[in-house]
C-alpha cells in the first residue's frame, strides 16, 4: 500500500488548498480512511474520516463546514478541500488508514 499525498503550500488566512492523496495497491472503497493533521510541537490531530460501514463522512468539529472530504474511485484517489484556512490549520496533513499512512504534506496559512 502507498498513500501519496500532495497539494500543500503555504496561503494567507480565508483562501483555499485542495490537497489529494493518491493510492497504489490499495482501494479506497474497501477501507475507513482518515486525513489526520500534525501541528508542530503537537499530537496528531483527527481532521476527517469516510467510513465504509454506512458510508458516512465525518470531521472534527475545527474544521466541520470548512473542509469537504470527497474521493474519486476511477483515480483511486482521496481529497480534502479546505476553505477559509485558519492560521490554526497550519500543520502536516496525513492520508491514513492508520495501518498505513503517506509521507504528509505541509500546510502553513499566514499573513
Known amino acids: 500500500v502507498q498513500l501519496v499525498e500532495s497539494g500543500g503550500g503555504m496561503v494567507q488566512p480565508g483562501e483555499s488548498l485542495r490537497l489529494s492523496c493518491a493510492a497504489s495497491n490499495f482501494t479506497f472503497s474497501t477501507y475507513d480512511i482518515y486525513w489526520v493533521r500534525q501541528a508542530p510541537g503537537k499530537g496528531p490531530e483527527w481532521v476527517s474520516s469516510f467510513e465504509t460501514d454506512g458510508g458516512t463522512t465525518n470531521y472534527a468539529d475545527s474544521v466541520k463546514g470548512r473542509f469537504t472530504m470527497s474521493r474519486d474511485n476511477a483515480k483511486n484517489t482521496l481529497y480534502l478541500h479546505m476553505n477559509n484556512l485558519k492560521p490554526e490549520d497550519t500543520a502536516l496533513y496525513y492520508c491514513?488508514?492508520?495501518?498505513?499512512w503517506g509521507q504528509g504534506t505541509q500546510v502553513t496559512v499566514s499573513s
Open positions: 491514513t488508514t492508520y495501518l498505513d
